[in-house]
């Protein structure tokens, strides 16, 4: 579990992040929240956007970036 998944399951920590999920450009925040949330495959995601799994995986990979550069601003990370 790398420090980005550890930070999710402390709950103080866990509002915090997701406070900032809210400051995310859509489709990266709702990719983000289906996959860490609802815990739905890249290709379960692809299909809600019509989109396919790859782009799913990329958007979710280049949100969690977004993400994380918002957390260590925030000193979470």
Avoid: C
Avoid at 44 to 57: P, Q, R
Avoid at 61 to 71: N, S, T, V, W
């Amino acid at each position: 579990m790398d420090s980005f998944e550890q930070s999710l399951t402390d709950s103080d920590t866990a509002i915090r992040i997701h406070h900032l999920l809210h400051e995310l450009d859509e489709p990266y925040r709702e990719v983000l929240l289906l996959r860490i949330f609802a815990e739905l495959k890249f290709s379960d995601i692809g299909s809600v956007f019509g989109k396919s799994e790859n782009w799913a995986g990329v958007t979710y990979y280049r949100g969690k970036r977004k993400l994380i550069e918002l957390m260590k601003k925030e000193g979470l990370l």
